[in-house]
């Protein structure tokens, strides 16, 4: 099994397929690598496309302590894995845990990466919601180790941003369940207290995003109600940032509408690799309505 291995030491495992300028995709909390299926059957007929399980995911390894896992963590891994694979830059697309890292990535290493999509990013940033985030990060992975993963891997997958998928799509969803039910217990917990419990409010990076240059997809479903008003605070900070709401969509947009995600992020990549994707024009951020006082 190919593994890139981490600056601590952590062997992360990861697959490759197509050519061309790369794109790394970053999976969520409760998916992995195969959760990007149908984007790689997609991208890869014009682009190198390279997944990878997160720390904690089985066969990459599960490092014991929640001390091994946090955001800047997550960023690094990102970054091993291109490192690893000589890759210098990259389009990073990353979704909901995924999502959060492809932000952190591109803030901290801009020059690594040739555009970022910022998928359903959101979770426990707003003031109001943040110890209720936490609180219930901490309580979930209490539930992966006491109650184990396949209890609570069935109750996390029927979640408020999740029933949409099942609606629309049973087997699909099914699936998704599945191998949710699959993850390590010990990883899945870890991560939970590590990464998605502590990492930092968006509401805290304010001025960072406002200096970020790179160009940047935020696209999230209409009905995720976490990551809406954090979707729009991204849109309005980041200067290169274009905003795409799926309608009448959840959490998990890339597999619960994969030819409305694919079609955006495709028309994002093309606009970037034509240079046609440039900073908001300030004539359009001036306090009146019309332009007319």
Known sequence: MPHATTDDGVKLYYEETGAGDAVLFIHEFADDYRGWEPQIRHFSRRYRCIVYNARGYPPSDVPPSPSSYSQMRAVGDALAVLDHLSIEKAHIVGLSMGGFCALHFGLNH????????????????????????????????????????????????????????????????????EHLAEHSA???????????????????????????????????????????????????????????????????????????????????????????????????????ITGMK
């Open 110 to 177: 801009p020059g690594r990466a040739i555009s970022l999509v910022v998928g359903c990013c959101g979770y426990g940033a707003q003031a109001d919601k943040r110890e209720q985030f936490r609180d219930e990060a901490l309580t979930t992975a209490d539930s992966f180790e006491s109650i184990g993963m396949a209890k609570t891997a069935e109750r996390y997958a029927l979640g408020p941003t999740r029933v949409q998928y099942q609606n629309k799509d049973p087997r699909g969803w099914r699936e998704f369940a």
């Open 186 to 288: 010990k990883g899945s917990a870890n991560t939970m207290r590590g990464v998605q419990a502590e990492r930092p409010s968006l509401y805290d990076l304010v001025d960072d995003m406002a200096k970020l240059a790179v160009p940047t997809l935020i696209i999230s479903g209409d009905e995720d109600e976490p990551c809406l008003e954090p979707s729009l605070l991204m849109k309005r900070l980041i200067p290169s940032a274009g905003l795409v709401f799926l309608p009448l969509t959840g959490h998990a947009i890339n597999l619960e509408e994969p030819d409305a995600f694919n079609r955006a992020v495709q028309d994002f990549l093309t606009a970037v690799e034509h240079d046609s994707w440039g900073p908001r024009d300030p004539r359009s951020q001036i306090a009146s």
